[in-house]
């Protein structure tokens, strides 16, 4: 049986923002070269916006009470796309709860989201050249590039075919 998780957005546990800022500084951001602080500014940003109903958005999944699990939905000037593109970055589970579905999960609640907000194409940036997960969700390769010295693939999901 599936375990079931509760999921929210930020501004709903603005609580969560540290727990999110140290999942993303140790994983990526320290050997991006950012700070602590400047990944809680991040996830700072991202509570402000969502309580004005703007992007940047953060999903989180809670077993209870505990944070588990995370997702965004932003738009940032990434490679040579235009401005206003919409990337799913970051998805976090954290390593007790990985292997419940719960990346699926919270992939879908932002894709409805996304929808909802008349957003039709998502783009994300994996280290999984097969595209794993991503793959099986329907996103589909683009291109490979370098970002921060990592060697990744550029997908993207269209919303509008489902």
């Known amino acids: ?18 727990v999110l800022a140290r999942w993303c500084y140790d994983e990526w951001g320290r050997a991006d070269g950012f700070t602590l602080q400047h990944e809680l500014d991040r996830f700072e940003r991202a509570l402000c916006a969502t309580r004005a109903n703007a992007l940047p958005l953060v999903l989180i999944a809670l077993d209870g009470d505990a944070v588990v699990a995370c997702v965004q ?4 000037p990434v490679f040579d796309f235009p401005e206003n593109t919409c990337w799913l970055s970051p998805l976090y589970v954290a390593a007790a709860y990985r292997g419940n579905h719960l990346a699926e999960h919270l992939i879908d609640a932002l894709v409805h989201r996304a929808r909802q907000d008349g957003v039709t194409q998502l783009h994300l940036q994996t280290e ?7 793959a099986r969700l329907g996103w589909k390769p683009m291109f490979r590039a370098v970002n921060h010295g990592v060697d990744e693939l550029v997908m993207r999901r269209d919303l509008l075919a489902g």
């Not at 998780?5 to 546990?13: G, K, R, V």
């Not at 939905?73 to 940032?76: F, I, M, Q, S, V």
């Open 1 to 18: 049986m599936t375990k079931q998780f509760t999921i929210a957005t930020l501004a709903d546990y603005p609580a969560a923002a540290p």
């Open 128 to 134: 999984v050249f097969t595209g794993g997960l991503y």
């Open 73 to 76: 939905l932003k738009t940032e």
